[in-house]
């Protein structure tokens, strides 16, 4: 453990992340240590640990210092583990959680599996030492495959090698050129796209009673098309907490009021596919997405993330009142007699997936019994309390 250093969680310019595993503990040997319930993420260079509630406690270790790699298999009552074997230490490190230890290797217990992947991922980086600065050799005349495979087969001396040199600047710059020219149009282009979807959605705003609910489902696919103006990415805000904040936030503003429109909840999938749809080319990862959601509730945000039972995660708005859906549900049931998933979806213009949840948690707190038959799941109306 004590080749292990804090750091903030950001990456540095030439590395990139790899993957990552969650509900993994870390041992200084055989030892247990105060971090046992984080996310273990491995990129290009470096091995790091974060912990799932305190997002700010982050330690990294070197690929450099690692030896070898075992896997350790579960047991009956022992999850699996990978042992890290480490170099000796060297004086000089930057501080860490441990400022000594007897040991020369640590273990990462893996709680829910996963440790196979990650053992391979770390065996290929550790292989590729992308850490390590690579210079091209610079081809001597001496060699066999020398300055000559550089020169044209009719040889025209040191004028005609500058020549060539001069040719492919040209050649070059004429292409860099054009692709800027491109890149100012389609500028010029983006400023006017969002002129308009201001204008729009001024339009909207002012005009609501003058149009059509046609009209303004239209503009609002129009708007969602066009996508966010100033989306937040790693190259503006860095690959820390800060990133990951900026876009808690900007995913908060963009689908509050459509998760509001959609009955307060909304499934991460769907969440994921209108996000990356409106950011255009800069699009996110499901770790990146993930991370955010995590963070709204602690940012004090009108959305926050939720996990049902059966695992399914949703967007969910903070006013949600859970009282509220179970009883809106049992009076539906009732009203109808007995309701599947798929019939409750089709009332409420919900996915089946969020409609069965609802179900599920009324029938949790008492108020729905279900009937499970080889012709599917079907809920009624719990009798046993209303007419007991």
Known sequence: MDRFSWCDGGLYPDESRVVEKSVVAVYDGQDKTAFTNGIAILTTHRLMWRDQKNRNCVISLPLANISSLDEQPSGFTKSAKIIVHLTPAVPGRPPGPVTYSCHNFIRLSFRELGQREFLQYMKEEIQKKKWEAETAPIPSASNSGGLSNLLPRQRAGIMGIERSIQQRNKETNKNISQAFQDLRNLMEKAKEMVTLSKTIATKIKDKQGEITEDETVKFKSYLLSMGIPNPVTKETHGTGDKYYSELAKELSSVLAKQIQETGGM???????????????????????????????????????????????????????????????????????????????????????????????????????????????????????????
């Open 266 to 388: 909304m499934t991460l999938t769907d969440v994921y596919c209108r996000v990356n749809r409106a950011r255009g080319m800069e699009l996110l990862s499901p770790e990146d997405l993930l991370h955010a959601c995590q963070l709204m509730e602690m940012l004090r945000l009108p959305l926050r993330l939720r996990t049902f039972d059966s695992g399914v995660s949703v967007l969910q708005t903070q006013s949600q009142n859970e009282e509220e859906i179970v009883t809106q549900t049992s009076q539906l049931v009732q009203d109808k007699g007995a309701m599947t998933a798929e019939q409750l979806a089709q009332r409420l213009g919900l996915p089946v997936v969020l409609a069965r949840e609802r179900l599920l948690l009324t029938e949790k707190l008492g108020g729905l019994c279900r009937d499970e038959t080889i012709e599917g799941l079907k809920f009624y109306p719990n009798l046993f309390l209303t007419q007991a």
